[in-house]
């Protein structure tokens, strides 16, 4: 049994963390994808119950997609967005919401992923 696994807030803490940082460092190759790797990451290394892996790596998705996008030039990215959600005919906060949320399920569908292997790994 792992130390991160001793308590759930602990577990949760660090699934947070792990997929944070793995997810942060995936997304910087510049392929949006990658941060299901970062959840499954967090779910091999912490190994606890599905439901905590689950809400803390979709926090973690909107944290890493917020860091990346603080991180971008303000104006270019105000322009960008505005002309994609006039493309797509909706506005730009939703356009932002949905950045958000698929990130975040990303990364949760990738902890999934991961408490699902993680018992077959074991044996």
Same mark, same amino acid.
């Given at each position: ?14 699934? &947070? ?8 460092? &995936? ?7 990658? &941060?299901? $790797? ?27 997609? &917020? ?44 902890? $999934? ?7 077959? $790994?074991?044996?």
């Amino acid at each position: 049994m792992s130390a991160l696994n001793n308590n759930q807030y602990v577990a949760f803490l660090s699934a &947070l963390v792990i997929a944070v940082v793995a997810g942060f460092l &995936l997304l910087l190759t510049g392929i949006w994808y990658l &941060l299901t $790797l970062g959840g499954f990451v967090a779910a091999l290394i912490v190994r606890k119950r599905t439901l905590t892996l689950f809400i803390s790596t979709f926090i973690s998705g909107i944290l890493v997609s &917020l860091i990346y996008v603080i991180m971008l030039p303000i104006p270019a990215t105000d322009a960008v967005v505005d002309e994609v959600a006039t493309i797509a005919g909706i506005s730009a906060l939703i356009l932002w919401t949905l950045l958000f949320l698929v990130s975040a399920l990303l990364a949760s569908a990738g902890a $999934l992923i991961g408490s699902a292997i993680a018992p077959m $790994l074991e044996k």
